[in-house]
Protein backbone atom coordinates (compact mmCIF):
# COMPACT_ATOMS: atom_id res chain seq x y z
CA UNK A 1 0.00 0.00 0.00
CA UNK A 2 1.58 3.36 -1.06
CA UNK A 3 1.75 6.32 2.20
CA UNK A 4 -0.11 8.08 -0.49
CA UNK A 5 -3.18 6.06 -0.54
CA UNK A 6 -4.21 6.03 3.39
CA UNK A 7 -7.14 3.65 4.53
CA UNK A 8 -8.52 6.20 6.84
CA UNK A 9 -9.86 3.52 8.88
CA UNK A 10 -6.31 1.85 9.81
CA UNK A 11 -3.76 4.65 8.89
CA UNK A 12 -0.32 3.77 7.98
CA UNK A 13 3.08 4.21 9.33
CA UNK A 14 6.00 4.89 7.86
CA UNK A 15 9.74 3.62 9.61
CA UNK A 16 11.75 6.46 8.55
CA UNK A 17 15.58 6.12 9.07
CA UNK A 18 16.80 9.14 9.96
CA UNK A 19 20.67 8.44 9.90
CA UNK A 20 23.40 9.46 12.50
CA UNK A 21 22.23 13.08 12.82
CA UNK A 22 22.88 15.25 9.63
CA UNK A 23 19.68 15.74 8.17
CA UNK A 24 21.31 16.21 4.27
CA UNK A 25 22.28 12.43 4.81
CA UNK A 26 18.37 12.12 4.87
CA UNK A 27 17.00 9.92 1.79
CA UNK A 28 14.49 11.66 -0.22
CA UNK A 29 11.77 9.47 0.54
CA UNK A 30 12.57 10.44 4.00
CA UNK A 31 12.48 13.76 3.50
CA UNK A 32 8.98 13.39 1.51
CA UNK A 33 7.97 11.20 4.59
CA UNK A 34 8.89 13.93 7.35
CA UNK A 35 6.80 16.18 5.32
CA UNK A 36 3.45 14.29 5.01
CA UNK A 37 2.97 13.21 8.10
CA UNK A 38 0.26 13.61 10.32
CA UNK A 39 1.92 12.12 13.44
CA UNK A 40 5.82 11.76 14.15
CA UNK A 41 7.16 9.62 16.75
CA UNK A 42 10.59 10.45 17.21
CA UNK A 43 13.80 8.95 18.61
CA UNK A 44 16.41 11.34 21.16
CA UNK A 45 18.73 10.84 18.66
CA UNK A 46 16.26 11.71 15.83
CA UNK A 47 15.50 15.09 17.10
CA UNK A 48 17.19 18.37 16.67
CA UNK A 49 17.83 19.75 13.17
CA UNK A 50 15.93 16.26 11.84
CA UNK A 51 12.84 17.43 12.95
CA UNK A 52 13.35 20.91 11.12
CA UNK A 53 12.39 18.52 8.21
CA UNK A 54 8.63 17.70 9.55
CA UNK A 55 5.33 18.80 8.36
CA UNK A 56 5.15 21.95 10.78
CA UNK A 57 1.00 20.85 11.52
CA UNK A 58 2.38 17.22 12.64
CA UNK A 59 1.90 15.94 16.18
CA UNK A 60 5.65 15.26 17.70
CA UNK A 61 6.01 12.31 20.05
CA UNK A 62 8.96 11.92 21.84
CA UNK A 63 9.97 8.07 22.51
CA UNK A 64 13.31 7.33 22.47
CA UNK A 65 14.99 5.05 25.22
CA UNK A 66 18.35 6.30 26.02
CA UNK A 67 20.47 4.25 28.96
CA UNK A 68 20.34 5.57 32.30
CA UNK A 69 17.10 7.70 31.51
CA UNK A 70 14.02 7.43 32.09
CA UNK A 71 12.12 6.16 28.72
CA UNK A 72 9.04 5.28 28.05
CA UNK A 73 8.25 1.32 27.65
CA UNK A 74 8.50 -0.32 24.24
CA UNK A 75 5.20 -1.74 24.65
CA UNK A 76 3.58 1.68 25.37
CA UNK A 77 5.60 3.14 22.26
CA UNK A 78 3.86 0.28 19.96
CA UNK A 79 0.66 0.40 21.38
CA UNK A 80 0.73 4.54 20.17
CA UNK A 81 1.50 3.51 17.04
CA UNK A 82 -1.54 1.59 16.59
CA UNK A 83 -3.78 4.21 18.24
CA UNK A 84 -1.97 6.82 15.51
CA UNK A 85 -2.48 4.62 12.87
CA UNK A 86 -6.08 3.51 13.87
CA UNK A 87 -7.21 7.19 14.03
CA UNK A 88 -6.36 7.28 10.47
CA UNK A 89 -3.74 8.81 10.49
CA UNK A 90 -0.17 8.97 8.23
CA UNK A 91 2.41 8.57 10.74
CA UNK A 92 5.92 8.15 11.02
CA UNK A 93 8.10 5.81 13.07
CA UNK A 94 11.14 8.35 13.07
CA UNK A 95 14.57 5.82 14.17
CA UNK A 96 17.71 7.04 14.28
CA UNK A 97 20.46 5.33 12.03
CA UNK A 98 19.05 3.01 9.92
CA UNK A 99 15.49 1.21 11.55
CA UNK A 100 16.69 -1.95 10.77
CA UNK A 101 19.94 -1.60 12.73
CA UNK A 102 19.69 -2.32 16.73
CA UNK A 103 16.48 -0.44 16.47
CA UNK A 104 14.15 -2.40 18.00
CA UNK A 105 11.75 -2.24 14.84
CA UNK A 106 10.59 -6.13 14.78
CA UNK A 107 8.46 -5.37 18.06
CA UNK A 108 7.00 -2.68 16.48
CA UNK A 109 6.60 -4.26 13.10
CA UNK A 110 4.71 -7.34 14.82
CA UNK A 111 2.15 -4.91 16.67
CA UNK A 112 1.30 -3.21 13.92
CA UNK A 113 0.61 -6.75 11.84
CA UNK A 114 -1.70 -7.81 14.86
CA UNK A 115 -3.22 -4.80 14.31
CA UNK A 116 -3.61 -5.36 10.29
CA UNK A 117 -1.59 -1.69 10.13
CA UNK A 118 0.04 -1.21 6.55
CA UNK A 119 3.63 -0.09 7.09
CA UNK A 120 6.93 0.57 4.65
CA UNK A 121 10.33 1.15 6.28
CA UNK A 122 12.56 3.36 4.46
CA UNK A 123 16.47 2.27 4.87
CA UNK A 124 19.12 4.81 5.88
CA UNK A 125 22.97 5.66 6.67
CA UNK A 126 23.58 3.57 9.39
CA UNK A 127 26.15 5.19 12.17
CA UNK A 128 29.34 2.56 11.06
CA UNK A 129 28.88 3.89 6.97
CA UNK A 130 29.19 7.09 8.23
CA UNK A 131 32.02 6.86 10.74
CA UNK A 132 33.73 5.53 8.50
CA UNK A 133 33.33 7.41 5.77
CA UNK A 134 34.06 10.42 8.56
CA UNK A 135 37.40 9.16 9.28
CA UNK A 136 38.43 8.31 5.66
CA UNK A 137 38.56 4.59 5.28
CA UNK A 138 36.54 1.70 3.67
CA UNK A 139 34.64 -0.68 5.47
CA UNK A 140 35.73 -3.71 3.30
CA UNK A 141 38.81 -4.42 1.82
CA UNK A 142 39.93 -7.27 -1.01
CA UNK A 143 41.81 -9.93 0.57
CA UNK A 144 42.05 -8.27 3.97
CA UNK A 145 38.92 -7.53 4.98
CA UNK A 146 36.00 -8.99 2.69
CA UNK A 147 33.48 -9.38 6.26
CA UNK A 148 31.86 -7.18 7.71
CA UNK A 149 29.80 -7.48 11.29
CA UNK A 150 27.92 -5.68 13.28
CA UNK A 151 27.09 -5.87 16.99
CA UNK A 152 25.45 -4.29 20.02
CA UNK A 153 27.56 -4.08 23.25
CA UNK A 154 24.43 -3.40 25.50
CA UNK A 155 22.20 -6.66 25.63
CA UNK A 156 18.52 -6.37 27.25
CA UNK A 157 19.65 -6.42 30.85
CA UNK A 158 22.45 -3.43 30.13
CA UNK A 159 25.50 -5.91 29.90
CA UNK A 160 27.51 -7.02 26.81
CA UNK A 161 25.24 -10.18 25.83
CA UNK A 162 26.46 -13.66 26.77
CA UNK A 163 25.70 -15.17 23.54
CA UNK A 164 28.04 -13.29 21.21
CA UNK A 165 30.38 -15.08 18.95
CA UNK A 166 33.95 -14.73 20.17
CA UNK A 167 35.56 -16.58 17.27
CA UNK A 168 34.33 -14.64 14.62
CA UNK A 169 34.64 -11.58 16.14
CA UNK A 170 38.12 -12.19 17.08
CA UNK A 171 39.02 -12.94 12.99
CA UNK A 172 41.75 -10.67 12.15
CA UNK A 173 40.82 -9.97 8.71
CA UNK A 174 37.26 -8.88 9.70
CA UNK A 175 36.08 -5.26 10.19
CA UNK A 176 33.94 -5.67 13.58
CA UNK A 177 31.88 -2.62 14.49
CA UNK A 178 30.10 -2.57 17.91
CA UNK A 179 27.21 0.01 18.76
CA UNK A 180 26.28 1.10 22.19
CA UNK A 181 29.80 -0.06 23.52
CA UNK A 182 31.61 2.00 25.65
CA UNK A 183 30.29 0.38 29.28
CA UNK A 184 30.91 -2.76 27.60
CA UNK A 185 33.67 -2.51 25.41
CA UNK A 186 36.69 -3.86 28.30
CA UNK A 187 35.04 -7.36 28.84
CA UNK A 188 34.90 -7.88 25.24
CA UNK A 189 38.45 -6.68 24.53
CA UNK A 190 39.08 -9.29 27.15
CA UNK A 191 37.60 -11.97 25.51
CA UNK A 192 38.76 -11.43 21.97
CA UNK A 193 42.21 -11.13 23.44
CA UNK A 194 42.10 -14.39 24.95
CA UNK A 195 40.57 -15.68 21.23
CA UNK A 196 43.74 -14.66 19.63
CA UNK A 197 42.63 -11.28 18.82
CA UNK A 198 46.39 -9.39 18.64
CA UNK A 199 46.10 -6.23 20.99
CA UNK A 200 47.48 -3.79 18.80
CA UNK A 201 44.42 -4.53 16.46
CA UNK A 202 43.53 -1.01 15.05
CA UNK A 203 40.50 0.64 16.44
CA UNK A 204 38.27 3.69 15.54
CA UNK A 205 36.02 4.96 18.17
CA UNK A 206 33.30 7.66 17.43
CA UNK A 207 30.73 9.73 18.33
CA UNK A 208 28.54 12.13 17.64
CA UNK A 209 29.08 10.94 14.40
CA UNK A 210 27.61 13.37 11.14
CA UNK A 211 27.13 16.06 14.04
CA UNK A 212 28.24 19.51 15.09
CA UNK A 213 29.78 17.47 18.34
CA UNK A 214 31.05 14.35 15.98
CA UNK A 215 34.52 13.24 17.85
CA UNK A 216 36.63 10.44 16.02
CA UNK A 217 39.73 8.51 17.63
CA UNK A 218 42.33 6.10 16.80
CA UNK A 219 43.81 3.25 19.25
CA UNK A 220 44.16 -0.19 19.73
CA UNK A 221 42.15 -2.80 21.08
CA UNK A 222 44.05 -3.74 23.90
CA UNK A 223 44.66 -0.03 25.28
CA UNK A 224 40.89 1.09 24.31
CA UNK A 225 39.13 -0.26 27.70
CA UNK A 226 41.47 2.68 29.75
CA UNK A 227 40.70 5.40 27.20
CA UNK A 228 36.44 4.69 27.34
CA UNK A 229 37.14 4.69 30.74
CA UNK A 230 37.95 7.92 30.76
CA UNK A 231 35.68 9.92 28.56
CA UNK A 232 33.10 11.84 29.74
CA UNK A 233 30.61 11.68 26.83
CA UNK A 234 26.51 11.43 26.86
CA UNK A 235 26.48 10.47 22.81
CA UNK A 236 26.58 7.14 22.03
CA UNK A 237 29.57 5.76 20.94
CA UNK A 238 30.43 3.18 18.22
CA UNK A 239 33.93 1.28 18.43
CA UNK A 240 35.22 0.04 14.78
CA UNK A 241 37.96 -2.46 14.84
CA UNK A 242 40.19 -4.51 12.75
CA UNK A 243 42.35 -4.10 9.78
CA UNK A 244 41.11 -0.81 8.11
CA UNK A 245 39.75 1.54 11.40
CA UNK A 246 43.06 3.39 11.27
CA UNK A 247 43.28 6.86 9.90
CA UNK A 248 45.26 10.06 10.41
CA UNK A 249 42.88 10.93 13.19
CA UNK A 250 44.83 11.48 16.58
CA UNK A 251 45.19 9.46 19.38
CA UNK A 252 43.05 9.74 22.56
CA UNK A 253 44.39 9.14 25.97
CA UNK A 254 42.65 10.30 29.32
CA UNK A 255 40.23 11.51 27.40
CA UNK A 256 42.03 13.96 25.62
CA UNK A 257 42.99 13.98 22.08
CA UNK A 258 46.69 14.01 21.34
CA UNK A 259 48.03 15.39 17.72
CA UNK A 260 51.45 12.92 17.98
CA UNK A 261 49.90 11.32 14.71
Sequence with gaps: MSASVIDPAKGFVSFVSSGPGDPDLLTVKAVNRLGAAQAILFDDLSAGQILSRVNPEADLVGVGKRAGRPSPSQDHVSKLLVEYAEAGQHVVRLK?????????????????????????????????????????????????????????????????????????????EATTVVYMGKRTFANLAEQLLEA???????????????????????????????????????????????????????????GKAKSDR
Design 96 to 172: SGDAGVFGRLEEELTALRAAGIPYEIIPGVTAASAAAAAAGIPLTRRMTARRLQFITGHGATGDLPDDLNIAALADR
Design 196 to 254: GLPDDTHALVATGVSTPDQELFCHTVGDLPTVLRAMETTAPVLILYGPLADSDIPHKAN
